[in-house]
């Protein structure tokens, strides 16, 4: 029988995902300013869209029927109220994460004086 080791490719860090999609959702929800002559509707839409990403890349663990529910609405509502219901879903799931333990990782580190 011969000897072998295994070699690890690609490795995928799951905070790291979360934290990229959340990168864009900040990034879509500060777009939103009609008063530099972009277009409300594009711009909620844009950002319900990158809410929606980031549910997907919950797992389902972590994903509720409210979150859902929300995102449903935000898809059918429009301007304002779109960006209110993508909000209102986007702290649900930060709420989620946060208890997960996946927005800050770290540990206690002590100091001897």
Do not use: F
């Not at 070699?7 to 008063?35: C, F, G, K, M, Q």
């Not at 809410?51 to 449903?72: F, K, N």
């Not at 930060?94 to 990782?105: T, Y």
């Amino acid at each position: 029988m011969s000897k072998g080791y295994y070699v690890t490719y690609e490795v995928v860090d799951y905070v790291h995902v979360i934290n990229s999609a959340l990168n864009e959702t900040r990034r879509r929800r500060a777009n939103i300013d009609p008063s530099t002559g972009t277009s409300l509707e594009r711009t909620a839409w844009e950002y319900c869209i990158a809410v929606e990403a980031l549910y997907v890349h919950l797992i389902p663990e972590l994903r509720t029927a409210r979150m859902r529910e929300l995102l449903v609405r935000a898809r059918k509502a429009s301007g304002w109220e779109k960006v209110r219901l993508a909000d209102q879903a986007l702290e649900l799931i930060l709420e989620k994460l946060n208890q997960a333990g996946l927005l800050i990782r770290g540990e206690r580190v002590e100091i001897e004086e």
